[in-house]
Every structure is written in structure tokens, then in C-alpha cells.
């Protein structure tokens, strides 16, 4: 079974500019969750999609957005990048809602904003 | 932003040796916790899980003790590999609203 999938794997983009990133999840797996990581905060809780509603949001502001679509797979969206957002984005998805299963993760997409 | 509690954030250990990764929670209400580990250039990935109406669980090399009294979690691996290199997190499912949030992680070094 293919595990969680997220492209691309590295951007680089310029401040201002805005930026869409996709994530397949495991083939059966319902629940799409997306973190932010970063060395100074570890891994923040970004949001969770599950049935193509977003289900859980965490405390980012409204430039950072996200959908699921009726396959599972899920894209994220940052508008008017900031230089503070360069980050991995981290996809995580479960057979269901988070808080009964464990996480998959894919390998992440490297973000940096110049 | 949201985070459970870190005690160490490196870990030196000897190969052969147990490892003992500790962490702090912070929400009494918290009734699943989590142990992941994430190698480099990796997602972090499942080790082990333990319920609140539980105070250990065990798995393959891998020991999860929960002191729900002083809110602590504690992560245990036997006989130290190479392989275990890695930075390992906590992570805590608040119930109240079913997020999953992690702790800042230690990153864990095996000597030869």
C-alpha cells in the first residue's frame, strides 16, 4: 500500500507570493490533518479535513487555508508569503477522525520564502 | 502556539544501552498519547500509543509508562540501536476538541 504522498518536496518562493501544496493520502484513509514544523516550534497543528469538511483548525491566521477533495487528497494554500513562513508542511492522514487512530505522515514539502 | 512539554531536548546514549525519553502534558482532560519518531528528511512516523485508562504498554523494543498524577509520559527503548537515531515526539489528543499536538521533540544521539 502507497503511503502519504506530498508534492512538490521543495519550493522557493519570494514574499508576497503564494503557494499551493498537495497531499494524497493512504489509499482508505479519510482524514487528511496538515502540521507545520519549524526547529524554534516544532510541529504546530495547521488543520484537519475528514469527509472533505474541515474538522479541527489550529491558531494560524486566514492566509493559511486548506480543502479536501471527495478522493481524500488534500492542498493547502498560503497567500501573501511571509519570510517566517519557510517551514516543512507536514500531511498526515488516518483511516478516521485523528483522535482514534495514528498518523501517517508523508515526507513533507520544504518551503522557503526569500 | 499549542504545545506539550519537552524535558530534554537531546539524549546521548550508548549503544546497547536503554534509553529513557520523558516528556510533560499539560491537559488533565488528555485521554490518548503518542510516541513518533522522525529520522531526517523523513515524516515523523508511529512507535507506540497508550489510552488514560492505561499506565504502560509495551511493544517491540519499546516501553510507554503514563503518570497521570504528575502528567508525565515516558518513553523506553531497550538495547539502543544505531537505528534509532532520531528526533523523537510526543503527542497528546486533548478530547475536548480531537486535535493532535505535539511536544518539541528530543533528538536522541547514539554513541558507538
Known amino acids: 500500500k502507497a503511503g502519504v504522498t506530498q508534492t512538490p518536496r521543495y519550493l522557493i518562493k519570494t514574499r508576497g507570493q503564494q503557494v499551493t501544496l498537495s497531499c494524497s493520502p493512504i489509499?482508505?484513509?479519510?482524514?487528511v490533518s496538515w502540521y507545520q514544523q519549524t526547529p524554534g516550534q516544532g510541529l504546530q497543528f495547521l488543520f484537519e479535513y475528514f469527509s472533505e469538511t474541515q474538522r479541527n483548525k489550529g491558531n494560524f491566521p486566514g492566509r493559511f487555508s486548506g480543502r479536501q477533495f471527495s478522493n481524500s487528497r488534500s492542498e493547502m494554500n498560503v497567500s501573501t508569503l511571509e519570510l517566517g513562513d519557510s517551514a516543512l508542511y507536514l500531511c498526515?492522514?488516518?483511516?478516521?477522525?485523528?483522535?482514534?487512530?495514528?498518523?501517517?505522515f508523508g515526507s513533507g514539502t520544504q518551503l522557503s520564502v526569500l | 502556539g499549542e504545545s506539550v512539554g519537552l524535558h530534554l531536548p537531546t539524549l546521548s546514549v550508548q549503544e546497547g544501552d536503554n534509553s529513557i525519553i520523558n516528556c510533560a502534558y499539560s491537559?488533565?482532560?488528555?485521554?490518548?498519547f503518542i510516541w513518533y519518531k522522525q529520522e531526517s528528511g523523513k515524516g515523523p512516523q508511529f512507535i507506540i500509543d497508550i489510552r488514560s485508562n492505561m499506565d504502560k504498554r509495551q511493544g517491540q523494543r519499546v516501553t510507554v509508562l503514563l503518570n497521570k498524577t504528575v502528567k508525565h509520559l515516558s518513553l523506553q527503548i531497550a538495547a539502543t540501536q544505531p537505528g534509532d537515531s532520531a528526533v523523537y515526539f510526543c503527542a497528546e489528543n486533548r478530547g475536548r476538541d480531537d486535535k493532535i499536538i505535539f511536544g518539541k521533540g528530543t533528538r536522541l544521539h547514539i554513541l558507538p
Open positions: 491537559n488533565s482532560a488528555s485521554d490518548y
Open positions: 489509499s482508505g484513509h479519510r482524514s
Open positions: 498526515a492522514s488516518s483511516l478516521d477522525h485523528t483522535n482514534e487512530g495514528k498518523l501517517f
